[in-house]
Nanobody, 126 residues
Framework: QVHLTETGGGSVQAGGSLRLSCEAS????????MGWFRQAPGKERELIAA????????NYADSVKGRFAISRDNNTNTVYLQMNTLKPEDTALYYC???????????????????WGQGTQVTVSS
């Protein structure tokens, strides 16, 4: 059974940084594309970053491109999200997720992911 646990959320001021971690267990981590989503109150869950199996290819939503960086360590079954230059509009619940389906190109949204963590809250104050 796939199990994902996010840590690293918190409260920061605008311009600050946070690093989220997601530890995975229960499956062949290096066979899955991993993604980070976020969901703000009243909004849909948004895919903001994804990383392919070996970690050599990444993809980002325009809203975070140039500020956030996704990475993975297949030795420790962990995926990271480094978030820099945070803005108040980055405030959301952040989730990591595993995509076992996509074999070419990039996942596009929630339906491409089969397993989810419980989420970690990020709050950015102005």
């Amino acid at each position: 059974q796939v199990h994902l646990t996010e840590t690293g959320g918190g409260s920061v001021q605008a311009g600050g940084s946070l690093r989220l971690s997601c530890e995975a267990s229960g499956y062949n981590f290096d066979k899955y594309i991993m993604g980070w989503f976020r969901q703000a109150p009243g909004k849909e869950r948004e895919l903001i970053a994804a990383i392919k199996w070996s970690g050599d290819a990444t993809n980002y939503a325009d809203s975070v491109k140039g500020r956030f960086a996704i990475s993975r360590d297949n030795n420790t079954n962990t995926v990271y999200l480094q978030m820099n230059t945070l803005k108040p509009e980055d405030t959301a619940l952040y989730y990591c997720a595993a995509d076992p389906y996509t074999v070419a190109g990039w996942p596009r949204g929630v339906s491409d992911f089969s397993s989810w963590g419980q989420g970690t809250q990020v709050t950015v104050s102005s």
